[in-house]
């Protein structure tokens, strides 16, 4: 079946850069996404890359994604106090009824 | 603009009261959708409403209820819910155009529900 896992925690300095990583197993995923969620409020989409890419830039936000792997990261450049969140990756494949398959959720925490 | 309302943003209620939640969306999208998000978990899909008609069920108990009066809008209706059922319930939409090959869905700020 469909699994998507991703490490629980991770902690970084205010200013340096945080990679949060994810793996798949659907090979069928045609979009993957990773969407943001700071306490008590919903989820907002950050941004999402397409199975045939690579690489995705937007701002200070970058997505790489190894189809041959099934492993996508997300990562922030110069980490604010305002990232710390929950960040969620989801996958949605062609046969999943549109339906997203979402990680556990990794906490980053940004230490001033 | 990518918004999706839900209303109320919290809501406090008995094991024997009958309440509803609201979702709102003027975006033009065909799909709606319930989560339910216990605490430190991922949102678990409840139901998805295609083209205003229910499309997906999750198993979920009778004591929820969904309904899609028109495209733009999505209410659950509670009825005898049990403390378990406190959660973050969250509404989402997206755009379901035919043939096209991604439905990202845009999420709402949820409701924060707690049944005594």
């Known amino acids: 079946g469909e699994d998507v896992e991703q490490s629980l925690f991770l902690s970084v300095r205010e200013g340096d850069s945080s990679v949060i990583n994810c793996t798949y197993t659907?090979?069928?995923?045609?979009?993957l996404y990773w969407y943001k969620q700071e306490p008590g409020a919903g989820l907002q989409l950050l941004t999402y890359?397409?199975?045939?890419?690579d690489m995705k830039q937007d701002q200070r936000l970058t997505v790489l994604l190894n189809k041959k792997d099934k492993h996508l990261s997300l990562r922030i450049a110069d980490t604010q106090t305002g990232d710390s969140a929950i960040y969620f990756c989801a996958e949605i494949g062609m046969d999943s009824s549109y339906k997203l398959i979402f990680g556990s959720g990794t906490r980053l925490l940004v230490r001033p | 603009d990518t918004e999706v309302t839900q209303t109320p943003k919290h809501l406090v209620m008995g094991m024997t009261n009958k309440k509803s939640l609201k979702c709102e969306q003027h975006m033009g999208h065909r799909a709606m959708y319930w989560y339910k998000q216990k605490a430190k978990k991922p949102p678990e899909l409840m139901f998805v409403?295609?083209?205003?008609?229910?499309?997906i069920n999750e198993s979920v108990p009778s004591r929820f209820s969904p309904e899609c009066p028109n495209s733009s809008l999505l209410n659950l209706h509670l009825h005898a819910l049990q403390p378990e059922d406190s959660a973050l319930y969250l509404c989402?939409?997206?755009?379901?155009?035919?043939?096209?090959?991604?439905?990202?869905?845009?999420f709402g700020p949820g409701t924060r529900l707690t049944v005594l």
């Open positions: 989402a939409s997206s755009l379901r155009e035919s043939g096209y090959s991604t439905d990202t869905q845009y």
């Open positions: 659907d090979s069928s995923s045609t979009y």
């Open positions: 890359i397409f199975s045939n890419m």
């Open positions: 409403y295609s083209y205003e008609k229910l499309s």
